[in-house]
T-cell receptor, first 113, second 114 residues
Framework: KQEVTQIPAALSVPEGENLVLNCSFTDSAIYNLQWFRQDPGKGLTSLLLIQSSQREQTSGRLNASLDKSSGRSTLYIAASQPGDSATYLCAVKGGAGSYQLTFGKGTKLSVIP | GAVVSQHPSWVICKSGTSVKIECRSLDFQATTMFWYRQFPKQSLMLMATSNEGSKATYEQGVEKDKFLINHASLTLSTLTVTSAHPEDSSFYIC??????????FGSGTRLTVV
């Protein structure tokens, strides 16, 4: 069974700081990995999608990397802003014979003005 | 990318009543939709896979008679929580799979059963 772990569970940083969120998964036979953002009481907003053949994806101040063989992904946020405060979820598709999405528990980010 | 509309965004109902949640794929013909449940400070747990024109596939431990799923068209899936009880109070989210383009999620429904 695929398991996804996100570290840290919570993170508080001052505005302007660069930061890294970590995601690890137990079965490297994945199709893709997707990073989402969730604001309190809201649905999920897709940030970046990395296919299994890719190493990284970039969108604005966000950069996500994927090391499939080691079962790891990182989400790098540059020059953090208070508006970045949210919970960030990592989800992998596939692994252990499953075509489903498996989510981590998320990292709650607070960017302090 | 696909736009997914979920309604209602929140609902309060009395114990024993039924509640229907709608998930619409506005610009993508979705043969498959997914229903998730999220408890506070927990991650999303897949409840069932909704298949257009056929029966839904439920995950282990999810009562199919309690959580009725209907996917009658390529743009609409509904989740009905029947005979709701306080322990059914949760955040329910639907999603649409877009092949290799990943998943798009609805805005979620906060259900409170009193």
């Amino acid at each position: 069974k695929q398991e996804v772990t996100q570290i840290p569970a919570a993170l508080s940083v001052p505005e302007g700081e660069n930061l890294v969120l970590n995601c690890s998964f137990t079965d490297s036979a994945i199709y893709n990995l997707q990073w989402f953002r969730q604001d309190p009481g809201k649905g999920l907003t897709s940030l970046l999608l990395i296919q299994s053949s890719q190493r990284e994806q970039t969108s604005g101040r966000l950069n996500a990397s994927l090391d499939k063989s080691s079962g790891r992904s990182t989400l790098y946020i540059a020059a953090s802003q208070p508006g970045d405060s949210a919970t960030y979820l990592c989800a992998v598709k596939g692994g252990a014979g499953s075509y489903q999405l498996t989510f981590g528990k998320g990292t709650k980010l607070s960017v302090i003005p | 990318g696909a736009v997914v509309s979920q309604h209602p965004s929140w609902v309060i109902c009395k114990s024993g009543t039924s509640v229907k949640i709608e998930c619409r794929s506005l610009d993508f013909q979705a043969t498959t939709m997914f229903w998730y449940r999220q408890f506070p400070k927990q991650s999303l747990m897949l409840m069932a896979t909704s298949n257009e024109g056929s029966k839904a596939t439920y995950e282990q431990g999810v009562e199919k008679d309690k959580f009725l799923i209907n996917h009658a068209s390529l743009t609409l899936s509904t989740l009905t929580v029947t005979s709701a009880h306080p322990e059914d109070s949760s955040f329910y989210i639907c999603s649409v799979a877009r092949g290799d383009s990943g998943y798009t999620f609805g805005s979620g429904t906060r259900l409170t059963v009193v």
